[in-house]
């Protein structure tokens, strides 16, 4: 798994040892590289290896049901968590950016991403065609063609709209170009309008690169009044000052130099740019437009810029993908980014689990509850095509959103059919950090949270305590991941199944806690699918108890307190 995040094919930048985000670092040094080799080398199942930011700390005497990896990224005092204390921290070499899946050694390359990014627009759209019903084909137009951002226009292609991407780096517009995940790319916009038009009225499926600013493309969508249905950002604004997000008026060669060389003009430059990318998006969201922040800080940091994007009541005027679409239709119900690699690398496997996860999910939708059916429903049908669509990059592995008794019914028959000889070798369990329990942050993930807790950490330390001592192989908690530094606490897993009856006895223990923990703080923070969710699982599962919130009629409430 760790060899799989540095792997030419598979990492954004091998040699710095970042495997995506612009800064998701696996380890620091090369040293560390070498040193944490050994020690996998030559440790035994009575021992953990402890990681400090990619410093191998050292081997510690535990017990066969340990971590045998206890992985920390990050963690810092919460008063020395700002944007300048990473880059000090990072400097001294006693701290690093882990992102979510870079540093816990869970990366599985870009299908990954490819998955959330489908169910997003997928949903989008249905939310946008129930609103106009006539309208032919949908448009939705965002930018970046990066490590996850370049997931957008092959997303839109399998989710069936026109999806035109602004990206100013050629090299990441060839490499999509190449790889067949854009169709077509323009560097004028005035060959790019009536494109786009034709592909509308005709209601093609189409994904089209724009080579430039995304600004200069929303302010020429603005200036011709073209409705747009979704439109979202996905360029790296976690990382606004470091190259994340390009100012528009200069180009790249000069925008990389002033970079470096002048850094106060640059971020002036970015900020003015910022406040320009959301004066168009508020003038074509007044015509219309669906837009959704897309977990890069767009919104955050535009309103540090002085953009626009604020209501009276000091929230922003936009809901992120999660507060909309993610969180009520998919977290709330337990629903996320499982996954699982093969270890014997070899594609039959792979096959093999494709299909028995189809299967299994087949028979849960037989008895599913309506709420959760068209989750279920997307997800068939993102199994049963995931061969076809050849998204396999690096290790053998697959991603599929699933709830509770989908991830513990899939692995348990993943674990009988590796002691049936049917699957030839060992399978690694895991998940994106982007999930139901594992991160708490207030811009993103827990944004659909609306009692306060939204900017506490507390499920995400608990999440991870609660895997290390129900049976994960390696267990793993960052700060920062996605949207930046400071603003994030994040964790995850990986477990090693082999067809054990011990491996049954883990993987039912630690996946049921690793999918509650946050059902029931969603539940708590009365958030209406996680109360019904919970209480599902309540019944499935006597030793579980959940404390339930009562609902209190809001207008007695207030009538109580005043008359008091
Ligand atoms: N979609 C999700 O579910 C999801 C999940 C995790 C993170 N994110 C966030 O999305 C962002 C993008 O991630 P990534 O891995 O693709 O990063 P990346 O840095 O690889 O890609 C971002 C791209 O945006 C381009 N860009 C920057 N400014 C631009 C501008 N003004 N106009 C046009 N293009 C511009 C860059 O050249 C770069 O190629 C990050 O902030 C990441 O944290 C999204």
Known sequence: MLSNNLDDAVAQHPRELITYGGNGAVFQNWAQYLLTMKYLATMTDEQTLVMYSGHP????????????????????????????????????????????????????????????????????????????????????????????????PKAGNIAGVVSVIAEINPKAVAVRYSQGWVDEVFTDLDILM????????????????????????????????????????????????????????????????????????????????????????????????????????????????????MKSDGTFRYPSYVQDIMGPLFFDYGFGPFRWVCTSGDPKDLAVTDRIAAEVLEKILQTAPTDIRSQLQDNLHWIKEAGRNNLVVGSQARILYLDSMGRIEVAKAFNEAIRHGEISAPIVLGRDHHDVSGTDSPFRETSNIYDGSSFTADMAVQNVIGDSFRGATW?????????????????????????????????????????????????????QGAMDAIRREMERTPQLVVTLPNIADENRIKAALKHK
Do not use: C
């Open 57 to 152: 700390m050292g081997l510690f005497p535990s017990h066969k049901d340990a971590p045998r990896v206890v992985v920390t990224n990050g963690m810092v005092i919460p008063n020395y968590s700002s944007k300048d204390h990473w880059e000090k921290f990072n400097a001294l070499g006693v701290s690093q950016y882990g992102q979510m899946t870079a540093g816990s050694y869970m990366y599985i390359g870009p299908q990954g991403i490819v998955h959330g990014t489908t169910i997003t627009v997928l949903n989008a759209k249905r939310m946008q065609r129930a609103k106009h019903p006539s309208r032919k084909g949908v448009l939705f137009v965002s930018s970046g063609l990066g490590g996850m951002s370049g997931a957008q």
């Open 194 to 309: 009536p494109r786009i038009r034709k592909a509308v009225d005709t209601n093609e499926v189409v994904s089209i690169a724009y080579q430039g600013n995304v600004v200069d493309l929303w302010e020429r969508l603005a200036t011709e009044e073209m409705y747009v249905d979704l439109g979202s950002d996905q360029t790296s604004l976690h990382n606004p000052w470091a190259g994340g997000y390009y100012p528009v008026d200069i180009d790249f060669v000069e925008a990389n130099r002033m970079m470096a060389e002048e850094p106060d003009k640059f971020q002036a430059k970015v900020r003015n740019t910022l406040r320009r990318h959301a004066a168009a998006i508020n003038k074509l969201t007044t015509g219309g437009m669906y837009f959704f922040d897309y977990g890069n800080a767009f919104l955050l940091e535009a309103s540090r810029a002085g953009a626009d994007v």
């Open 475 to 527: 267990v793993s908690i960052h700060n920062g991941g996605g949207v930046g530094w400071g603003e994030v606490i994040n964790g995850g897993f990986g477990m090693m199944i082999d067809g054990s009856a011990d491996a049954d006895r883990r993987l039912k223990s630690m996946l049921l806690w690793d999918v509650n923990n946050g059902l029931a703080r969603r539940s708590w923070a009365r958030n």
